[in-house]
């Protein structure tokens, strides 16, 4: 599966963002799509994560009630609301996808850098 995000930039805080991740290739290896960062210093971080048949989506602790990942099936295409953003949400956001939601990940984006000042 290919990951294309697209939607990082600059934005002040407390602003908004949108990033978006089209997937091709194989669908069902992408049943499970979903964001993670990483800011300079730190781990990685998964950030939320979507299944594409039912379920709750996964959120982080740092950004649940902020953030908000949804999908487009019939584009193969998921989401990532960023609202309220914090300075400590700056780092490079990637796009991943798996057939399942249980961790691992199969497939990942080239990143989008979101920095926020």
């Known amino acids: 599966v290919q990951l294309v995000e697209s939607g990082g930039g600059s934005v002040q805080a407390g602003g908004s963002l949108r990033l978006s991740c089209a997937a091709s290739?194989?669908?069902?290896?992408?049943?499970?799509m979903g964001w993670f960062r990483r800011a300079p210093g730190k781990e990685r971080e998964g950030v939320a994560a979507?299944?594409?048949?039912?379920?709750?989506?996964y959120y982080a602790a740092s950004v649940k009630g902020r953030f908000t990942i949804s999908r487009d099936n019939a584009k193969n295409t998921v989401y990532l609301q960023m609202n309220g953003v914090k300075p400590e949400d700056t780092a490079m956001y990637y796009c991943?996808?798996?057939?399942?939601?249980?961790?691992?990940?199969?497939?990942w984006g080239q990143g989008t850098q979101v920095t926020v000042s």
């Open positions: 290739g194989h669908t069902a290896s992408s049943n499970c």
């Open positions: 991943a996808a798996d057939e399942f939601c249980a961790g691992a990940v199969s497939s």
């Open positions: 979507l299944y594409s048949g039912s379920g709750n989506p």
